[in-house]
């Protein structure tokens, strides 16, 4: 969500029954996407995320390579080698005991991603992908985004990224990784695992430089009951604008506004998307379809009606 808006919400909660949200039976967010193009489907939970700069500093200022190149301790070396010791050349995560902290996936959870609307074939189409993917089946490719922590290494700061050739030595560089999470993985019990692998890739290493390992953004996952009168509303509602049963799904990504609402609320949150997996969402060319648009609005407006059925029909 904007910044300030956690904040906002704690602070209308704390007004108790003058407060906006007061009365309120469940929550709706429509910011995500369906699984694929032609399907219709709502979500019911989501991957959560931490996010680490891990600075290295080697002098106290940049230095030329062609005077100091062989002779200093590079802080660039130190930032690549243990970015990559994180990572398995399979692109498991290399860090000790972290699957332990994964809930198990039973069979029924299992089951439900027979009768999923997804094709892999359009799905590397749709993200662009020329060559393989790590994995060919449906059941896998789906549980990896959505179901399996993963962790992605995003970039370097300070390191010279400019077109041309550079000959500096930077004294001082951060690399920037996150760690997709999912139930049952505590955002605390992850942050000390990665920590410790950090310290000892750097005992391994025995690099001279200073490092530190910098927690930014954490937030746990997040399932919902799909059960609940909102997902039966919203079901129903999907079915009015689109003719068929949407899939139940989950998503890889995180939108931390969920779990926000769900805690401060203590009602429960559903993500009604209205896009389809085509949308490029924060790309270039970033688009809705008009049919999605159109149907969209029935289908809020239908949510809203089915909402009262459902709550009436709960508290009977």
């Known amino acids: 969500?904007?910044?300030?808006?956690?904040?906002?919400?704690?602070?209308?909660?704390?007004?108790?029954d003058d407060s906006f949200f007061a009365g309120v039976d469940a929550c709706c967010i429509s910011d995500n996407y369906w699984l694929g193009t032609k399907k219709p489907c709502i979500t019911y939970g989501l991957r959560g995320i931490i996010t680490f700069e891990l600075e290295v500093v080697c002098t106290s200022k940049d230095l030329h390579s062609g005077v100091h190149g062989g002779v200093i301790h590079e802080a660039v070396f130190d930032v690549m080698k243990v970015m990559s010791s994180l990572l398995n050349d399979d692109g498991t995560i290399a860090v000790d005991g972290i699957y332990d902290l994964v809930a198990p996936m039973t069979d029924a959870e299992r089951a439900t991603y027979d009768e999923l609307d997804f094709s892999v074939e359009s799905y590397k189409r749709d993200a662009g992908v020329s060559g393989d993917l790590n994995f060919s089946s449906k059941f896998d490719v789906?549980?990896?985004?959505?179901?399996?922590?993963?962790?992605s290494l995003h970039g370097i700061e300070h390191a010279y990224s400019g077109p041309g050739s550079k000959t500096v030595i930077p004294r001082r560089v951060i690399g920037k990784f996150s760690v997709r999470?999912?139930?049952?993985?505590?955002?605390?019990?992850?942050?000390?695992l990665v920590q410790a692998h950090v310290d000892a890739q750097f005992a391994k290493i025995g690099s001279p430089n200073t490092y530190k390992l910098i927690v930014g953004h954490a937030a746990r996952a997040w399932k919902a009951d799909f059960d609940h009168p909102n997902y039966v509303a919203g079901r129903r509602a999907t079915k009015n604008a689109y003719g068929v049963e949407p899939d139940l799904t989950r998503e890889g990504g995180s939108i931390p506004i969920t779990l926000k609402f769900e805690e401060a609320t203590k009602r429960n949150v559903m993500l009604l998307p209205m896009g389809r997996s085509d949308d490029g969402a924060h790309s270039q060319n970033e688009k809705l379809d008009l049919s999605n648009y159109i149907n969209g609005i029935k289908l809020l407006g239908s949510y809203i009606n089915e909402l009262g059925k459902s709550i009436r029909a709960g508290a009977e």
């Open 142 to 151: 789906l549980t990896h985004r959505w179901r399996i922590p993963s962790l």
């Open 1 to 16: 969500g904007s910044l300030g808006l956690a904040e906002a919400i704690d602070a209308e909660i704390a007004k108790g």
């Open 181 to 192: 999470l999912v139930p049952d993985m505590d955002p605390e019990a992850t942050v000390k």
